[in-house]
């Protein structure tokens, strides 16, 4: 029989499952105060000014933290639907509820069912929490049917692909002869759910084409009104309601947006790490004005670690035409036109995560490429284009000014989103 003992200290690279790293940030969460007073401990401890190369160089530190003057933004008042009994609401510190408020449109789910992953709930407990969302889901404005088209289906979690394809096949079976098609599926997955959820929205929305939502086994346990009102919001989106828009949409009083027809885009790419796969290329853009609530989502795969958006504008190849302009700003505002009756005529560009070394190679790579689809939409097309770089985080610190309540979370935080000078600050 052989002992081993493993070192302490040393380095895991692997990736923690969810139970670590939940163990891992209850150790390191700090609260601001705290993590204020541990930065000054530490460089006082430092002691940086007495140090010899330091002095050589001239170089002092102050021993208190840099004093900005900011502000926080008023927040924006929202609409609700007109027979809310608050139809116009006024955030407080970046947050509201449903309480007594309506979703502006509310969608409509007339055909869904759900299937449980979960071993452990009773069938009982599942009927139970499904008729619970679906009376919620009524009461904030979606036109949801109470009862499924058919009873809750329990398998297990090795068998999603095979589930959910029998699944979708029963409901059809009773479904297709109607005309009609299943408007939502609901998902009970396990609490240590593993790679179940990234499996089930690809099988969901690549193979099948279903609409889905996704439910923790310990959140149909131990539900909640607030848990159940969250969940509705979000099947409301994906079924093409509208939960609030902003009230000066309606007035045409949107800075840069409300005067003329303006399409928002949204892009960012994501690269594999260490591995040698393709980097992930996201873009979204609103599809309605002048509320600018909905928006539409496309993805494709490019050169790996390549930042610039391959697929913004490209030639496609057609066997009868040839090369036909394509890409992904030519399909999103074909698809704005078609929503609105309207060509865009100022677009918004946020570009996410672009490095300094990076940034005006790929600023100017993506607005040659913008310039590029709109002109072969139309010759004589010609928008005009803000281009918004988010750089990427700076390990900066914002700590409020504690006598300033209103600056301040609960929980010490300063609000989301401060102001200072022309910068703006998105603080966390």
């Known amino acids: 029989m052989e002992l081993c003992k493993i070192a302490e200290g040393q380095r895991y690279s692997k990736h923690l499952n969810r139970e670590q790293m939940s163990a891992l940030l209850g150790v390191t969460r700090l609260n601001p105060r705290q993590r204020e007073l541990h930065i000054l401990q530490t460089l006082n401890d430092a002691n940086y000014n007495e140090v010899p190369h330091a002095k050589e160089f001239g170089i002092k530190i102050e021993k208190q933290l840099l004093s900005l003057k900011s502000r926080v933004l008023p927040p924006p008042w929202l609409k609700f639907h007109d027979s809310s009994m608050n139809k116009e609401f006024l955030p407080q510190v970046g947050q509201w509820n449903m309480i007594r408020k309506k979703m502006f449109n509310g969608g409509r789910v007339g055909n869904w069912t759900c299937v449980n992953f979960s071993w452990d709930l009773e069938a009982n407990t599942v009927r139970s929490f499904c008729r619970e969302l679906a009376i919620m889901c009524q009461a904030s404005g979606i036109d949801f049917s109470v009862d499924p088209v058919l009873p809750v289906v329990t ?10 394809n029998s699944c979708h096949q029963n409901v059809m079976n009773v479904l ?5 098609e299943l408007d939502l599926l609901v998902v009970i997955l396990p609490s240590n759910k593993g790679s179940l959820y990234g499996d089930l929205k690809r099988i969901c929305e690549t193979d099948i084409g279903l609409v889905s939502q996704c439910c923790l086994a310990n959140h149909v346990v131990k539900t909640t009104k607030q ?48 591995s040698s796969g393709h980097s ?10 002048p509320e600018v609530t909905n928006y539409a989502a496309l993805a494709s795969a490019q050169a790996h670690c390549e930042e610039f958006i391959q697929d913004l504008f490209q030639d496609q190849y057609d066997c009868k035409t040839g090369a036909v302009p394509g890409g992904m700003i030519i399909q999103h505002v074909i698809s704005f036109q078609r929503a609105t009756g309207r060509k865009p005529q100022r677009i918004i560009f946020y570009r996410d995560a672009v490095s300094d070394r990076q940034l005006y ?21 010609n928008p005009s284009v803000t281009y918004v770089v988010l750089q990427k985080q700076r390990h900066t610190w914002f700590f409020a000014d504690e006598d300033d309540d209103r600056s301040l979370f609960r929980s010490g935080n300063v609000l989301p989103v401060c102001q200072s000078l022309s910068d703006f600050r998105h603080c966390g």
Not at 258 to 264: A, K, R, S, Y
Not at 363 to 381: F, G, R, T
């Open 361 to 381: 190679q790929v600023m100017w790579q993506e607005l040659v490429a913008i310039k590029k689809a709109c002109s072969c939409l139309e010759p004589d097309y």
């Open 227 to 274: 848990y159940l009102a969250n969940v509705a919001l979000k099947i409301n989106v994906k079924v093409g309601g509208k939960n609030t828009v902003l009230l000066d949409a309606f007035t045409n009083r949107l800075p840069c947006v409300g005067d003329i027809p303006t399409i928002i885009f949204g892009a960012h790419v994501v690269h594999p790490g260490k």
């Open 176 to 180: 297709g002869p109607q005309g009609r």
């Open 280 to 289: 992930i290329a996201a873009v979204v853009a609103s599809q309605d004005w």
């Open 155 to 164: 398998a297990s979690p090795e068998d999603v692909e095979l589930t959910l």
